[in-house]
């Protein structure tokens, strides 16, 4: 029952998702010398799970708060998941970033917020009115997963638009685990 509950409501999400996005967000990507990936608590996993499919895709990825996160500057791409757009950490990563001349993109539930506002591009999973508070999926479990799927779906897009073999991404997984 519950599972059926967060399928339906995911799907419902991305489903009012623009559908040109894994489009946008590739050439984006692409476009980027280096790429940061940000987010506080549960976007922050996220973040880390789409760090490491960029990086399995050949791209230069880090994550902003890793000890061996290089200095981010001009041509660099800072891309924030946040579900409000108002995360005081992201916003201070944000206003850093662009001072170094680095491009901004948020991830977001909203078009508008203080990060969308800075932001060369805003990616808004769903429509606002879509999460309100849901039975079983508390404190952002829509847009994290949401989002999660959203990520994904651009992976293989990428995957698929590039031609990478799951073969050449092994090479590229850990192998020190």
Same mark, same amino acid.
């Given at each position: ?26 050439? *984006?990507?692409? $476009?980027?010398? =280096?790429?940061? +990936? /940000?987010?506080? $608590?549960? &976007?922050?996993? +996220? ?6 499919? *960029?990086?399995? !895709? ?5 994550? +902003?708060?890793? @000890? ?12 924030? @998941? &946040?579900?409000? $757009? ?9 206003? =850093?970033?662009?001072?170094?001349? /680095?491009? *901004?993109? *948020?991830?977001?539930?909203? &078009? ?8 060369? #591009? #805003? ?10 508070? +849901? #039975?079983?999926?508390?404190? !952002? ?11 994904? /779906?651009? @992976?293989?897009? #990428? @995957? ?13 997984? /850990?192998?020190?685990?």
């Amino acid at each position: 029952m519950h599972q059926q509950l967060i399928f339906d409501k995911i799907s419902g999400i991305l489903k009012a998702t623009d559908d040109s996005y894994d489009k946008s967000l590739t050439a *984006l990507l692409d $476009g980027a010398k =280096r790429i940061f +990936v /940000a987010g506080a $608590g549960r &976007s922050g996993l +996220v973040a880390r799970f789409f760090a490491m499919r *960029l990086m399995h !895709g050949g791209y230069e990825v880090f994550v +902003v708060g890793e @000890i061996v996160t290089p200095s981010i500057r001009q041509g660099d791409l800072l891309l924030v @998941i &946040s579900g409000s $757009g108002e995360t005081e950490t992201m916003i201070a990563f944000a206003k =850093r970033a662009k001072e170094l001349g /680095a491009d *901004l993109a *948020l991830i977001s539930t909203k &078009s508008s917020s203080t990060l969308g506002d800075m932001s060369k #591009v #805003v990616f808004q999973i769903g429509t606002p009115e879509l999460y309100g508070k +849901v #039975v079983g999926m508390p404190m !952002g479990t829509t847009f994290e997963l949401s989002t999660l799927v959203f990520l994904e /779906a651009t @992976i293989s897009h #990428v @995957i698929h638009e590039k031609g990478i073999p799951e073969e050449e991404m092994r090479t590229r997984h /850990a192998n020190l685990e």
